[in-house]
């Protein structure tokens, strides 16, 4: 009955708190999924919160450094009983097996992360980046991944900045790293490798001050 209750105040709920997506419990109950799992040996009385947190944090800790670039061998060796004990959901190593031939990709999966070109999944195409070594990260739509002779690379337009005078609501957080970019795209394309690819970003109609105008 709670959640027949809730269905009648979904209309309310997304006037408070926007898109669904952005308060849905689906990944709590995914991480319940995994508390659960892990072994307490019945300890009560606040060793079994300590037993969880600590497994959790190692496991966290161990899935890490296995996508680190420079993992020793040695530990990659053990990853099938690190898969018995944490129960990865994907492999962190994972990626799409090259073309047989030179061409363009619909997907690409790289380190255990599927990106798209935003034609195909405009959501995968969102991607957080340094353009170069000297550069600060941005955000960006993957519009075309290429493989060659020389590797494979992702060909994104940059998201145009908030105009001028807009309300960034995450300014007010300086040790917290997220920003508002315009939806709007620059004419600017960059050719980057997927390993400089930070994240993913989330498009949202967060704010809409002009007839033309929405942000991520």
Same mark, same amino acid.
């Given at each position: ?38 072994? %307490? ?8 919160? #300590? ?36 129960? =990865? ?7 799409? !097996? ?33 353009? *170069?070594?000297?550069?600060? =990260?941005? !955000? ?8 060659? *002779? ?9 998201? !145009?900045?908030? =105009?001028?005078?807009?309300?960034? =609501? $995450? ?11 315009? *939806?709007?795209?620059?004419? %600017?394309?960059? %050719? ?5 690819? #930070? ?7 967060? #704010? ?6 929405? $942000?991520?």
């Amino acid at each position: 009955m709670t959640n027949i209750h809730a269905a009648f105040h979904i209309y309310d709920f997304l006037l408070l708190f926007g898109p669904i997506i952005s308060w849905w419990c689906f990944p709590f109950e995914r991480l319940i999924g995994v508390l659960q799992r892990i072994k %307490t040996s019945d300890q009560i009385g606040g060793e079994l919160e #300590l037993t969880i947190t600590n497994s959790f944090m190692r496991g966290a800790n161990l899935w890490r450094w296995l996508n680190r670039p420079d993992c020793p061998d040695v530990i990659k060796e053990f990853k099938h009983l690190f898969d018995l004990a944490y129960t =990865p959901r994907r492999d962190l190593h994972e990626e799409s !097996a090259p073309l047989t031939v030179d061409g363009k990709w619909a997907h690409y999966t790289f380190r255990g992360v599927n990106y798209s070109r935003a034609s195909t999944h405009f959501g995968n195409s969102l991607i957080l980046y340094s353009p *170069s070594p000297e550069d600060d =990260p941005t !955000a960006g739509s993957i519009q075309k991944i290429v493989t060659d *002779s020389k590797g494979t690379v992702f060909l994104v337009q940059r998201q !145009a900045p908030l =105009p001028t005078g807009s309300f960034d =609501p $995450f300014l007010r957080y300086p040790h917290f790293p997220a920003k508002l970019y315009s *939806s709007q795209m620059e004419d %600017t394309m960059d %050719t980057i490798p997927p390993d400089v690819v #930070l994240s993913h970003c989330a498009q949202f109609e967060y #704010l809409k001050l002009f007839s033309d105008t929405q $942000f991520v």
